[in-house]
């Protein structure tokens, strides 16, 4: 590629860049006066969307969040009894277990999964909307989209977000734990002091 041609596809990316950087800030700041707004008048607030939402979010991601936080808790835990044992600390693993999960990977495996599950949810359902015009018609009728579409949706992932994070975080340290009696050897009877 010549070197010219390098310049205009950085320069190209940049100003493309700027202007979905653009785009972003006058979304978040149409959703600040959405909310704004309805702290002002809350009985213009429609909480049943929120609710919809919420339970779309929050209550049906729960058994694939469960799941997939056991699962990723025993394999930790496995994986810890693995290589932890060539060096006789096999006690540590409960610890490791407990500071990944609670610290760093419980989260975070929770946010990927909202993110993948919940935002190609919310970007099919709106993008199909922005397609059929319905978002043109709910200016024609005078109503905002971003308080009638967005403001229920982001609040209901800010609700939902913290409540899968701790369920997810619980479900890793209960398959961490299983993984850990199983594997390890460990029994109740036997961990207690005689």
Not at 129 to 151: N, Q, S, Y
């Given at each position: 590629?010549?070197?010219?041609?390098?310049?205009?596809?950085?320069?190209?990316?940049v100003?493309?860049?700027?202007?979905?950087?653009?785009?972003?800030?006058?979304?978040?700041?149409?959703?600040?006066?959405?909310?704004?707004?309805?702290?002002?008048?809350?009985?213009?607030?429609?909480?049943?969307?929120?609710?919809?939402?919420?339970?779309?979010?929050?209550?049906?991601?729960v058994?694939?969040?469960?799941l997939?936080?056991?699962?990723?808790?025993?394999?930790?835990?496995?994986?810890?009894?693995f290589?932890?044992?060539?060096?006789?600390?096999?006690?540590?693993?409960?610890?490791?277990?407990?500071?990944?999960?609670?610290?760093?990977?419980?989260?975070?495996?929770?946010?990927?999964?909202?993110?993948?599950?919940?935002?190609?949810?919310?970007?099919?359902?709106?993008?199909?909307?922005?397609?059929?015009?319905?978002?043109?018609?709910?200016?024609?009728?005078?109503?905002?989209?971003?308080?009638?579409?967005?403001?229920?949706?982001?609040?209901?992932?800010?609700?939902?977000?913290?409540?899968?994070?701790?369920?997810?975080?619980?479900?890793?340290?209960?398959?961490?734990?299983?993984?850990?009696?199983?594997?390890?050897?460990?029994?109740?009877?036997?961990?207690?002091?005689?």
């Amino acid at each position: 590629m010549v070197p010219g041609g390098m310049l205009e596809l950085v320069g190209r990316s940049v100003s493309e860049a700027w202007s979905q950087l653009i785009v972003f800030i006058a979304m978040v700041g149409a959703l600040g006066f959405a909310l704004l707004a309805a702290v002002r008048r809350p009985q213009s607030f429609r909480w049943t969307s929120a609710i919809h939402q919420l339970d779309r979010v929050g209550w049906r991601a729960v058994p694939i969040v469960v799941l997939i936080t056991l699962l990723i808790g025993g394999i930790i835990a496995q994986q810890g009894f693995f290589h932890f044992r060539k060096f006789g600390a096999d006690e540590y693993v409960v610890d490791m277990v407990g500071i990944l999960v609670l610290r760093e990977i419980g989260v975070l495996i929770v946010a990927i999964m909202v993110a993948g599950r919940s935002g190609s949810s919310y970007t099919a359902e709106l993008g199909s909307m922005k397609m059929r015009e319905e978002l043109d018609a709910l200016h024609t009728m005078g109503l905002d989209p971003v308080r009638i579409l967005i403001l229920p949706r982001v609040l209901a992932l800010i609700v939902a977000l913290p409540l899968l994070a701790f369920v997810g975080s619980m479900a890793a340290l209960y398959g961490g734990g299983l993984v850990a009696w199983l594997y390890g050897g460990m029994s109740p009877r036997s961990s207690s002091p005689d």
